[in-house]
């Protein structure tokens, strides 16, 4: 699903990541009350409302890019991974002489 067909009134699940670093992250229902062009609002069930970045749904694996943006991440994955980029080459020993 897409920014773009996420309908208000959609039941989501957000993880949050709590304030001490020893707790556990938890995952939390949320519903969509509002849309905006890169953000939406959400509410819990008590009623308490904060905005989401498309990003953060993005993340949370809530919604995905659209199918070009999807298929350019997915190019860009597997040419990290199958070249060796990060791999430094020996270089010769004049090049370092004092």
């Not at 920014?3 to 020893?22: F, G, H, V």
């Not at 993340?59 to 999807?70: D, G, H, L, S």
């Not at 990060?86 to 090049?95: D, G, I, L, V, Y």
């Amino acid at each position: 699903m897409t920014y773009a067909e996420l309908k208000i009134n959609t039941q989501i699940k957000l993880k949050q990541k709590p304030d001490e670093a020893r707790m556990p992250v938890r995952a939390t229902k949320y519903t969509v009350v509002a849309k905006y062009p890169h953000m939406c609002i959400v509410e819990d069930s008590k009623g308490r409302r904060r905005g989401v970045a498309v990003g953060e749904l993005i993340m949370n694996k809530v919604i995905t890019q659209e199918p070009c943006f999807e298929a350019m991440r997915k190019e860009c994955a597997k040419d990290k991974t199958s070249s060796a980029w990060h791999k430094r080459e020996t270089k010769c020993p004049a090049e370092y002489a004092p």
